[in-house]
């Protein structure tokens, strides 16, 4: 499972493979919010729960502990996306299960991303190759980007 968001400051959750019942456990914990919900096309059971960000607090775009809750992080800002419905991916729909309105993201989303800071580390490999894109933004909107590649 994987919380994720889109450029305009929604965040949302998406369950993987990895994740196993670890969305029951964190509601158990904390009530998620009614929220706009989407399939994902990997797998019909894969909800995307959408909400809109707290401008007082928010959330990072950072995995949730990977000890605590392996597979779940946050993905919201520039720079996060995610699938949204109307695409197909290997002829499968993403869709839309429930289109109400976006509630606010809950105040323990950014509380536990605070409480459960952890080391990360990241290596990579002498041939890692690196993509790296730049956003100019003018009033608002993208207006030109640029991509460059660096191999390590």
């Known amino acids: 499972m994987s919380l994720t968001g889109v450029p305009d400051g929604r965040v949302g959750s ?13 509601t158990a914990e904390y009530e998620l919010p ?4 989407h399939h994902t096309a990997a797998r019909l059971g894969s909800p995307h729960f959408i ?3 707290d401008p007082s607090r928010p959330p ?16 919201t800002g520039l720079g996060s996306m995610i699938v949204t419905p109307g695409s197909i991916i290997n002829g499968r729909p ?10 606010l993201a ?3 989303l950014s509380e536990i991303q605070e409480a459960d800071q952890y080391p990360r580390q990241l290596r990579f490999g002498p041939n890692t190759l690196f993509t790296e894109r730049t956003f100019d933004v003018k009033d608002g909107v993208i207006d030109r980007v640029s991509v460059r590649h660096v191999a390590r």
């Open 14 to 26: 998406a369950p993987s493979d990895s994740a196993g019942g670890y969305l029951e456990e964190l």
């Open 34 to 37: 009614v929220a706009r919900m």
């Open 51 to 53: 909400c809109r960000a």
């Open 60 to 75: 990072k775009n950072a995995p949730l502990n990977p000890r605590r809750y392996p597979g779940i992080d946050i993905k």
């Open 94 to 103: 993403y869709e839309v299960v429930s289109a109400t309105e976006l509630a």
């Open 106 to 108: 809950p105040p323990w």
